[in-house]
């Protein structure tokens, strides 16, 4: 029986798997409504189900969040876009500001920094009619999303609530505010998500997180693991992706010290900057969304080419992920403890280009993954100093051929986790 699905969150920030749930119901004759803020002028050509029929879109106008509003202080005091190399002037000072003011930002907002999407959301839905839908899903990232669900569940109790997360509210690692806010906000995450009829999350992790701060009366729990497909990026080998002879090597997110040590993380990446230079190939490091000054100062030992940028819009993401020679993902090597430590190595697979992955300790799901992909590289960084010198000298020498001979590595589901199962998974919890 064909359903309707009501989806409250901002579009621009939609992970890569509600995106792909909403083509394969859509495909399937599901009629699907998403309640957001205005979608990016790039979101349109990201996807390709925003025409179909039976997609619908509330438009709630255009939103920024606190932290957009201030990023143009920020850029007038740096002077420029991101510290690049060894430069430890001005920029440097930026890079130590600028997660002061952000924690600052996060912990005077609430719940979060979507202050504006939360105020006309929840405007747009007071006179909202949402009896003839048959399934509510709420998603974040931005706990807001749950927030304004929350207050529909509120007035139409028989709806079928699903809150989806990907990152949890309270006690989420890159959301660094004060033990005090911390509490408050697992007692209001509490009070929110307990309404929902079910929970989705990506990990077993983050279900025993959610167990914690849900306690014992709470919605059933389902783990919906991540999958990833492609949409409409289709190439040729090597087309348009010659970067002239230089190598760029690239990472996405956060780094938490506390999780890869940066000593040996930075031993790793000179070293493989001198195999590249050693075969007369320039190199740069590209960090995007991370603003670790132990990294930053680890990395300005090295004398290697780096440069750190602000987070970019998904779509962004994507192509530079496709564009980039090499993309980087850190593990831990506790299988599932950081929750989320892999969902970067799902959007790589995605991207179809060489992946290194510098680990402490291999866990299962990465091994897994090595072993049914020929582009992944792993190098633990407790193996000995001949493994890790010949595993860098091999991926060097696949570098250099893929300058010349660009290869497109297949992008298909990982094992069972196609778009498919996940999406009738999602609508089978209900």
Same mark, same amino acid.
Request: charged share 25%; glycine share 6%.
């Given at each position: ?32 409504? *998403?309640?957001?803020?205005? +979608?990016?002028?790039?979101? &349109?050509?990201? *996807? ?18 606190? &932290? ?39 912990? $005077? ?8 999407? %939360? $105020? ?11 009896? #003839?839908?048959?399934? %509510? ?11 304004? !669900? ?8 028989? %709806? ?7 990152? =949890? ?7 660094? *505010? ?16 307990? /309404? ?16 914690? $701060? ?60 001198? #195999? ?45 992920? /496709? ?72 991926? !060097?020498?696949?570098?250099? &051929?893929?300058? =010349? ?6 992008? /298909? ?9 996940? !999406?009738?998974? +999602?609508?089978?919890?209900?």
């Amino acid at each position: 029986m064909c359903k309707k699905i009501l989806i409250v969150g901002n579009i621009n920030h939609f992970t890569p798997r509600i995106t792909s749930y909403c083509f394969e119901w859509l495909k399937v004759g599901h009629e699907v409504y *998403v309640i957001s803020p205005e +979608m990016g002028a790039n979101i &349109l050509t990201e *996807v390709d189900f925003f025409d179909h029929k039976n997609f619908h879109f509330y438009n709630l106008g255009p939103t920024k969040s606190a &932290l957009e509003r201030i990023k143009q202080i920020f850029d007038y005091f740096s002077n420029s876009k991101r510290p690049v190399g060894n430069a430890l002037g001005t920029g440097s000072t930026v890079q130590r500001l600028k997660p002061f003011v952000t924690n600052l930002i996060k912990t $005077i907002c609430f719940p979060d920094e979507e202050l504006e999407f %939360l $105020i006309k959301s929840r405007g747009f839905l007071k006179g909202f009619d949402a009896s #003839k839908f048959d399934l %509510l899903i709420s998603s974040s990232p931005y706990f807001s999303s749950h927030v304004a !669900a929350k207050g529909l569940k509120d007035r139409f109790p028989s %709806l079928y609530w699903i809150a989806d997360y990907r990152d =949890t509210f309270s006690y989420n690692a890159t959301y660094r *505010v004060p033990n005090w806010r911390r509490l408050i906000d697992a007692q209001f995450e509490k009070k929110i998500t307990s /309404r929902a009829d079910v929970i989705t999350t990506v990990s077993k992790a983050y279900k025993i997180q959610l167990e914690k $701060i849900l306690g014992i009366k709470r919605p059933k729990i389902i783990v919906i693991p991540s999958g990833y497909r492609s949409f409409k990026y289709n190439r040729k080998n090597g087309c348009g992706l010659i970067n002239e002879g230089k190598i760029t090597i690239t990472y996405f997110g956060q780094f938490f010290a506390t999780h890869y040590p940066v000593t040996p993380v930075c031993r790793v990446l000179k070293k493989l900057a001198m #195999k590249l230079s050693e075969k007369g190939k320039k190199v740069k490091f590209e960090f995007y969304g991370c603003s670790n000054m132990e990294l930053f100062e680890g990395l300005s030992k090295t004398n290697v080419n780096y440069e750190f940028f602000d987070r970019i819009p998904r779509h962004e993401v994507r192509d530079l992920q /496709r564009k980039s020679n090499l993309n980087i993902f850190f593990s831990n090597g506790i299988d599932e403890a950081f929750g989320l430590s892999h969902l970067k190595l799902f959007e790589y697979l995605d991207a179809g280009k060489p992946i290194l992955g510098i680990v402490n300790g291999k866990t299962d799901e990465v091994a897994k993954i090595k072993k049914i992909r020929t582009n992944v590289t792993l190098v633990d960084i407790s193996d000995c100093a001949e493994t890790i010198e010949k595993t860098l000298n091999d991926l !060097a020498k696949v570098l250099i &051929l893929n300058l =010349t001979n660009d290869h497109n590595y297949h992008v /298909r589901p990982l094992l069972s986790r196609s778009s498919k199962k996940l !999406a009738k998974m +999602m609508i089978d919890a209900s």
